[in-house]
């Protein structure tokens, strides 16, 4: 065997295993599965992504539901802070960093689905605001808004009006014209939206933006030359497009499987997409003890079993394909956060 062979073979078998398998077509970067699971409660859900330019890493601020604990009906989807986790390594690990203060009024109430924006220096948060904590779904919600220059200590700004009560689910993105507009659950369980020039006073679209099927969390972004909109149908996600923000079609739907890798299935729920290095990703959460995302039944005490509680956190990549997105989850795909 000649010496050059010999150095070729070394340096084939010596490689990290990622590596040698990327030229069988295999991702060098494969993304962990679950990608996060919450361990204080044990209920991350609702995640949102945003770059740290302080720590000059990702962050993951999600609603922490309290799933470890045990509790009458959906009472551990109240009364819960929004958590962060971080990643130094491009979103191969994540560590759990603690929750944020957003105390509006006095007492233990309720945070949901925060979004993140970063504008000149600052951080913008939009969350839903319920005060107390109930036993079973209800609850006047209004959308809050703080800032921050560090994603630790926040301000309260004021709630946002956007002419109904009862709003969930802000989803804030920078319009190509200048100004903002942010997309959220209203009545009948549709979208709407609203347009702002300063991101405190709103002005309501005059109709609703996505009806038909009930749905919430709507997350829209740009990829492949054209914007999109994920809703979740609670049985995975709805895949809209436009070319204008204005006018949305509808598509198929993703997530709406039960993938094959731990704690992912039964379907994907209320999720974040992320752009970066020109691939996108959707970054989701799981009921992985249900076999559907509204199967659980509880015990004769009224308390939901342990497994249908808990929640894990997710991450798919999203590929444009025939004119539509398609998420690759079970076959191998690069994950990189740059």
Known sequence: MKYTQIVFLFFL??????????????????APAPLFRDPVTDGAADPV???????KSWWMLYTQRRANQELPDVAFCYGNPIAIASTDDHGKTWVYRGTIDLAIEPGTNTFWAPDVVY??????LFVTYIRGVRSHWGGDSQLAYYTSKDLWHWKFQQFINVGVKNVID???MEKPGGGWRMWYKGP???????DSRDLKHWTPQDSV??????????NVFAFAGYYWMLTDEWSGMRVYRSSDLETWEKQGMILSEKGRRPDDSPTGAHGDAVVAGGKAYVFYFTHPGRKTHFEAKMNASGIYPFE??????QVAALVFKEGTLVAKRDEPFDFWLP
Do not use: W
Request: net charge negative.
């Open 170 to 172: 802000g989803c804030i």
């Open 119 to 124: 504008k000149n220096g600052v951080y913008h």
């Open 188 to 194: 009948g369980a549709h979208t709407y939206a609203s």
């Open 209 to 218: 933006v996505i009806d038909g099927a009930p749905h919430e969390g709507p």
């Open 49 to 55: 992504m945003i770059y740290n330019e302080q720590e």
């Open 13 to 30: 078998f010596c490689r990290p295993a990622g590596e040698a398998a990327a030229q069988g077509g295999v991702s060098l970067r494969a």
């Open 308 to 313: 249908e509680r808990r929640s894990s956190i």
